[in-house]
């Protein structure tokens, strides 16, 4: 029980802090499981159960403002979900130790991205195919079909073996490489890392690894963290946190490192 209100308040707090940005916080919530005792898919299991409440809670503040971009989301996240599905479904091909260094590679890529800056770039009025020109909420940008959703599939793969939602990835992927605004971006991802999110789960739970008496009560503790971080996000501007989603990641990876080293078999 102590665990589980530690780990509950840990959930609280990050699901808090990642909501502001947009990204579901799986990167936290599996080695903070991890380090209160569950297995690696049991944590996977359990992280991404959270992020599907979280997202939904937070997604009805986004779409209220409407920062959501549906249409974006649509073309975006179908091949994400399907292949977090089978990332699910297959993570137990691998080791536990190979899973936890694949985590920790992501999280370090995820925290360089998070070091570009977007760049302003020219709308033109040629059309061409696989490039789709967007306007939503007053924004123009163009979305390169045939980069975003190669890396969507992958990411999806990984995401949903590991049991982290990808938001680290789509929104950079959807600033830098598609020009998306910002705030747009984290409201837009919200709703990818729910469906994502899920997706995973459902492979993870089919392979046997829910644990109840873990999931459920900080599921509930993440619907409170996932209301109150997107009301912060709509007054905080991301740019003023971006130290921290610099350092945090890392930080991360050196715990699920190090954790794997010690724990692995001599």
Not at 182 to 200: E, F, H, K, N
Not at 214 to 233: D, E, T
């Amino acid at each position: 029980m102590i665990k589980i209100i530690i780990a509950a308040i840990a959930t609280l707090a990050i699901a808090i802090v990642m909501t502001m940005t947009g990204r579901g916080g799986g990167n936290f919530y599996v080695p903070v499981l991890i380090a209160t005792g569950n297995t690696m898919n049991q944590a996977a299991t359990t992280g991404q159960l959270i992020l599907v409440t979280t997202a939904i809670a937070a997604l009805l503040i986004f779409q209220k403002h409407k920062v959501v971009d549906w249409k974006l989301a649509l073309v975006i996240d179908p091949p994400t979900n399907i292949m977090a599905f089978f990332g699910g479904f297959y993570a137990h091909i691998f080791s536990a130790v190979i899973l936890k260094f694949i985590f920790a590679g992501l999280l370090v890529v995820a925290s360089l991205f998070m070091l570009y800056s977007a760049k302003e770039r020219a709308i033109s009025n040629k059309k061409r195919f696989g490039f789709w020109q967007r306007r939503y909420s007053g924004h123009e940008y163009i979305v390169n079909l045939w980069l975003i959703i190669p890396i969507a599939a992958g990411t999806g793969f990984v995401a949903g073996m590991v049991g982290i939602s990808g938001g680290s990835f789509k929104i950079p992927l959807m600033v830098l490489a598609c020009g998306v605004p910002t705030r747009i971006a984290v409201g837009t991802s919200s709703a990818m890392v729910a469906a994502t999110a899920l997706m995973g789960f459902a492979g993870h739970t089919i392979s046997g690894d829910f644990n109840s008496s873990w999931a459920i009560p900080l599921a509930i503790v993440a619907v409170v963290g996932g209301l109150l971080g997107g009301k912060f996000s709509l007054k905080i501007n991301p740019k003023n946190l971006k130290r921290i989603f610099i350092y945090t990641p890392l930080a991360a990876a050196m715990f699920m490192f190090f954790n794997t080293l010690f724990s692995a078999p001599s």
